[in-house]
C-alpha cells in the first residue's frame, strides 16, 4: 500500500466534516475523464504512515475525519488496519470507492469501521467496461450497492458526467440502478492537466441540461443533486 498523496485540510471531500484526505496509489480501472491520473499511474511523494499519523496527532483538534480515496483504495487489503489505526485517534473514517471490492466493503461495514462511504458508479452495467477502459465483474458493482443500500452507514452514490461518455440516457438508467438511495450526485467532468487521458479531449455538459435531468430522476433519492 503506496500513500501517494496527502491533502491536509478538506471542507468538501466529506460532508459537513473538516477532513484530511489520503490518496492511496494505483487503480483498477482506466476512466478517460479521472482527474486523478499521476495518481492512478502510481507517479508522486511516498507518505509513510508515520508522518500521517504525526500530523493527525498535532491536528487532532481540528479535524473531523480521514478520507480514504485513491486510485481505488480497495485494490489494498491493508487500508482494514489503516483505518482501524485511524480510528484508534478517534477519527470519522471515509472511504471513496469503486465499488469492485464488495469482499473487503462488507468486512469493513460489519465490523463498523465506515462512518461514511461515497461510490462512484461509472455506467450503466452494461457500458461499463468500455467507459472504464478495463475488464470489470458488474456482479461485483452490483454487490457493492446492495452492501452499501443495506447498511446502517451514512452514504453516497455519484457519477462524474461528460458528453463523450455518457448520454441523458445513460444517466436516467444508471439512477433506476440506485434507486431509492441516499444520495446521488452529478460531477459535471472538469478539465484540466491531471486528467487521465489528458487536457482538451473531453467536455462537460451544460449546466441547464443537467439541471434537467436532475428534475427527472430526484424523486428516486433522498437527496440529488449537482457537482462542479
Known amino acids: 500500500m503506496k500513500i501517494i498523496g496527502h491533502q491536509k485540510i478538506s471542507f468538501i471531500d466529506y460532508p459537513d466534516k473538516i477532513c484530511t484526505v489520503l490518496f492511496l496509489a494505483g487503480c483498477n480501472f482506466r476512466c478517460s475523464y479521472c482527474h486523478n491520473g499521476p495518481i492512478v499511474k502510481g507517479e508522486g511523494n511516498d507518505f509513510s504512515e508515520e508522518i500521517i499519523f504525526n500530523f493527525l496527532k498535532k491536528r487532532r483538534k481540528f479535524l473531523d475525519g480521514v478520507c480514504i480515496s485513491g486510485g481505488e483504495p480497495t485494490l489494498n487489503e491493508e487500508i482494514y488496519e489503516l483505518i482501524d489505526r485511524i480510528r484508534q485517534e478517534g477519527l470519522l473514517v471515509k472511504l471513496d470507492t469503486n465499488g469492485t471490492n464488495p469482499k473487503l466493503l462488507k468486512?469493513?461495514?460489519?465490523?463498523?469501521?465506515?462512518?461514511?462511504i461515497a461510490m462512484d458508479v461509472k455506467a450503466p452495467l452494461n457500458k461499463y467496461k468500455q467507459t472504464v477502459k478495463a475488464e470489470v465483474d458488474?456482479?461485483?458493482?452490483?454487490?457493492?450497492?446492495?452492501?452499501?443500500m443495506n447498511s446502517s452507514v451514512e452514504y453516497e452514490f455519484r457519477t462524474t458526467v461528460c458528453k463523450e461518455i455518457l448520454s441523458g440516457e445513460d444517466i436516467?438508467?444508471?439512477?433506476?440502478?440506485?434507486?431509492?438511495?441516499?444520495?446521488?450526485?452529478?460531477?459535471?467532468f472538469n478539465d484540466r492537466e491531471t486528467v487521465l487521458n489528458g487536457r482538451g479531449l473531453l467536455h462537460p455538459y451544460e449546466i441547464d441540461i443537467l439541471v434537467e435531468i436532475i428534475k427527472k430522476i430526484e424523486s428516486n433519492f433522498g437527496i440529488c443533486k449537482l457537482r462542479g
Not at 468486512?107 to 461514511?116: E, G, I, K, Q, T
Not at 458488474?138 to 452499501?148: G, L, V
Open 138 to 148: 458488474t456482479k461485483d458493482i452490483e454487490e457493492s450497492i446492495d452492501i452499501i
Open 107 to 116: 468486512r469493513l461495514v460489519d465490523n463498523a469501521m465506515l462512518d461514511y
Open 172 to 188: 436516467l438508467s444508471i439512477s433506476e440502478l440506485i434507486k431509492g438511495s441516499q444520495r446521488y450526485y452529478l460531477q459535471n
